[in-house]
């Protein structure tokens, strides 16, 4: 397999691995680990074998045409940058899976967690992974989403809960900025692709609009990785199990915005905003997370603040500008993700068999779990930047970086101060982590007693805490090649000489290394007393802390403004929110007509035909008929509305618009059906009303029949003056020379929906399976007041029926009695599947398609209904599950789009061609053909599980109904 298929199964083996992992039962709990492990280790291979691509600055793409036209591609691209990360995610990802295996308790939903980890898992690979700065985007949001699943995983607790949902509103918002800031960049270069982009570093950089492109993206990064102030949801985000705060902090989710930072230094750094703001941020947030990770009584706490304060020394040197610091924020990245998921491991270990985190209450662990104590130790030792082990040799580049120049300004003369007061607090609170936990007084109180782990749920922390060692000692022969592919990968032509010597001999960065450990020890020692009794935080700042600054945003935001702007410009009726929307879609259909030079002639009563004019006037009187019964008679208006809608199907076949018409048609039967399944679920009508309440009901109805004769005009007055002033270019004469050429169907309009413009169909298709979800969790929950609801005649018939036969099954209904009607629809049954398939097969040359084709069979099943009540919905249908035919229909849908890639060609390509079939002959054959399949399917779905929702409270309220009249028999 060549270079480019692999960078495809990389991004793709996670996600399919997370699919199976979601249907395997729930208490497979070896088999959901040996899938996610064997996922994880093969990415992890496929990765590896990538790397002599990339070890020289080589490049593997992997690219297809997505929206050309927008440049907007599916390209993937792996340097060594993106190839360091990815070995990171899978590496990291298997140990943390094989972790998992022995941490997650069997009565937990294994598979689910499994599920998310990998698609997680996926979505990362895809973000670092992007050759296009919107896929880039779209996976961004994705790591969002998943991590939200994952922090609030066990959604029973309302901590996690929410944690989630404070890390997705974060991230979330920085996400939308991000991609703003995207498009400016976008815009700027005249390319989305990344290749593009990070030539373009002059261009972007004097340009007028890249302040806020470099604002717009610093928010998503910034809030990604937690920097301040955006620290918060971070620590709150701990409630989730520890091996997905292992995995978020160490190799993914914090790390993608450092990864942004690195990855876009090229073309926006060196700038003073760049400097300051990426500066400035970066020093806070490493001070004030040391500062705060020493005064946490929680271990994954304490775990988390480092993590903040790691981040803000990565985002720090990435500020400086200087290629060296770059390299060293790279170097760092690596380091931090190996003794950070260490240091997690360990302390998951500690709450699975101590049973607690609380340092308070853990001593002597030592004595209890020897070989655990030690890693965890080491680690410790990794991330306070003790000699011979990884952690100093970033540090001590990250020292000689601070002493350098960078810009003539207060914050480059103080950086060495901070960087040697947040390194003496990092030492402080990991001799803390050691000294707390694992020596001491043996522990008491504790729910269990403490002891070694299963060795394989150890050896994930074994082997980090190995890389810890190894790379320390001997970092030339392990990390140096790895490590020069990805610093060349983002530095190019400008990367420099460098060391990664152990011993640099006595200077300047040594002694802060010495002091920042003695000092570290000398403050722990002191500070020593106070931390086993304080509370979880700092003194006197702990309202700076975390989710009282989230929760103080809220209550600002959500409740006090959001509350003003309800009161001031909301209601809870519907009439007037549509009244308002119509009315601004009104006024913005009417600007063209005040700034374009509209001169439309009027029509003459010459140019009319009486028979138009006269069906015409049919649909008006229906129309106006409906306004007025809808007030004394539901079903009346409905019926005039039906009317209308025959109106509208004749005008259509008037105009020699026979597709439409038949769309129309069909969809008239389907609404009608529906809406008057739903009029009983309607509040009843008020009949008696006092004199002011009458005076308002009528105001009423005259504003709203008044902004309809206003729109129905303009509309009207739109249409005619498209229709009567001839343009000169159309893109009509293009569809009409190319639909049979190259989409090979005659039907024009067809060929348009399924293949010119089938990105549009697909994006509608979408939209209508997401507004049926919403209707079905909204119908399936309504339980209207017996006594505000309007019950039609054929319900009261209904009711009397139940009344009078109680003792009848509770499926059985009055449509039992009506054996003519129901005979006849269910016979109707097999023509309609039949006429459903005519209209399908022949919707390329001729009027049909797979629209009108799904709503025609939709009309079957609603027949059945009216036939054998609900009975037949609850018996029959679920046969034919709807949210199946609308997934299959998607998934049909996009597999089409996707097919055209195989060949080369932009997503949603129409191939066509002509099929020579014995006995038959030359029989024309588009690929479109399986894409309105989709379309098909998705209608059905959606018309029956609406049909499903409307039946469902029928089905209740009937239950309810014989329920009470047995009772009170037997009562009697």
Known sequence: MNDENLILLLLLLPFFGSTFAAILPTNARNAEAWLSGSIAIVAFATAASLYPTVVDGGIVRYTLEWLPELGLNFMLRIDGFAWMFSMLITGIGFLIVLYARYYMSPKDPVPRFFSFLLAFMGAMQGMVISGNLI??????????????????????????????????????????????????????????????????????????????????????????????????????????????????????????????????????????????????????????????????????????????????????????????????????????????????????????????????????????????????????????????????????????ESLEEHSDSILDGVLPYVATIASVFAVTYSVRFIHTVFFGPKPTGLSREPHEPPHWMRLPIEFLVLACLIVGIIPSLTIGPFLHAAVVSVLSERTPEYSLAVWHGFNTPL?????????????????????TRCQDGPPGIRNFMGQRIFERFLVTVSWRWARWMEESFGTRRLQPQLCLVVFIAFIAGLWPFFTLDFNPSLPTLAKIDPVFAAIWAIGIVCALGAANMAKYHRMAALILMGGVGLVTCITFVWFSAPDLAVTQLL??????????????????????????????????????????????????????????????????????????????????????????????????????????????????????????????????????FDDAHPDRKVNETVHDYLMVPSVIMQWMFPFIVLLAAYLFLRGHDLPGGGFAAGIAMAIGFLLQYLAGGARWVEDRLPILPPLRWIAIGLILAALTGMGS?????????????????????????????????????????????ILISLAHQSIRSHRVRVTEAVKIEEDN
Not at 167 to 183: D, K, N
Not at 330 to 348: E, R, V, W
Not at 742 to 765: K, M, P, S
Not at 917 to 933: H, T
Request: overall charge neutral; aromatic content about 12%; proline content about 4%.
């Open 667 to 800: 969809v008239e039967i389907v609404t009608t059906v529906l809406i008057l399944l739903g009029l009983r679920w309607l509040p009843k009508r008020r009949e008696e009303m006092d004199n002011s309440t009458a005076l308002r009901t009528r105001m009423r109805r005259y504003r709203d029949f008044s902004l309809a004769v206003v729109c129905g005009s303009g509309m009207a007055m739109l249409a005619y003056v498209m229709m009567t002033n001839p343009l000169p270019d159309t893109i009509a004469d293009f569809f009409l020379e190319r639909a049979y050429v190259e989409g090979g169907g005659t039907n024009v309009v067809n060929v348009i929906l399924v293949d010119f413009r089938g990105f549009d169909t697909f994006g509608e298709i979408t939209v209508l399976g997401i507004v049926t979800l919403t209707v079905f969790a909204l119908l399936r929950r309504f339980r209207p007041a017996p006594d505000s609801i309007e019950i039609p005649e054929q319900q009261r018939i209904q009711n009397a």
């Open 511 to 531: 002694i802060m290394s010495v002091t920042a450990l003695a000092g570290g020890v000398l403050l722990y020692l002191v500070l020593r007393n106070y931390l």
């Open 135 to 400: 896929l880039l985007a779209i996976f961004w949001e994705l790591t969002s989403i998943f991590s939200f699943l994952l922090i609030g995983y066990w959604h029973h607790n309302a901590i996690a809960r929410d944690g989630a949902r404070m890390a997705l509103i974060i991230t979330g918002i920085g996400g939308l900025c991000l991609l703003v800031g995207l498009l400016i960049i976008g815009h700027i270069v005249g390319s989305y692709d990344l290749d593009v982009v990070l030539a373009a570093g002059d261009k972007i950089r004097e340009h007028e609009l890249y302040v806020p492109a470099l604002l717009f993206i610093l928010l998503g990064a910034l809030t990604k990785s937690a920097q301040f102030p955006f620290h918060f949801w971070l620590p709150n985000a701990m409630a989730a199990p520890t091996p997905v705060s292992a995995y978020l902090h160490s190799a993914t989710m914090v790390k993608a915005g450092v990864f942004l930072l690195a990855r876009l230094w090229p073309v926006l750094s060196g700038t003073d905003e760049w400097f300051f703001i990426v500066g400035l941020t970066g020093m806070s947030t490493l001070l004030l997370g040391a500062y705060f990770a020493i005064f946490q009584q929680d271990l994954k706490g304490l775990l988390a603040y480092s993590t903040i304060s790691h981040l803000g020394l990565i985002t720090t040197l990435l500020s400086l500008g200087s290629p060296l610091a770059a390299g060293a924020a790279i170097f760092h990245m690596i380091n931090h993700a190996t003794f950070k998921a260490s240091l997690f491991m360990a302390a998951g270990i500690i709450d699975h068999e101590a049973g607690t985190r609380d340092m308070r209450k853990l001593s002597g662990l030592f004595s209890f779990m020897p070989i655990t104590a030690t890693l965890a130790m080491v680690a410790s030792a990794a991330m306070a930047g003790v000699p011979l082990l990884n952690g100093f040799l970033s540090k001590e580049m990250f020292f000689a």
């Open 901 to 945: 890639w195989i060949f080369g060609f932009p997503f949603l390509t129409t191939y066509f061609q002509y099929l020579d079939i014995p006995l038959i002959g030359k029989v024309p054959i588009a690929s479109a053909l399986f894409f309105d399949l989709g379309v098909f399917s998705l209608v059905v779905g959606a018309t029956a599980l």
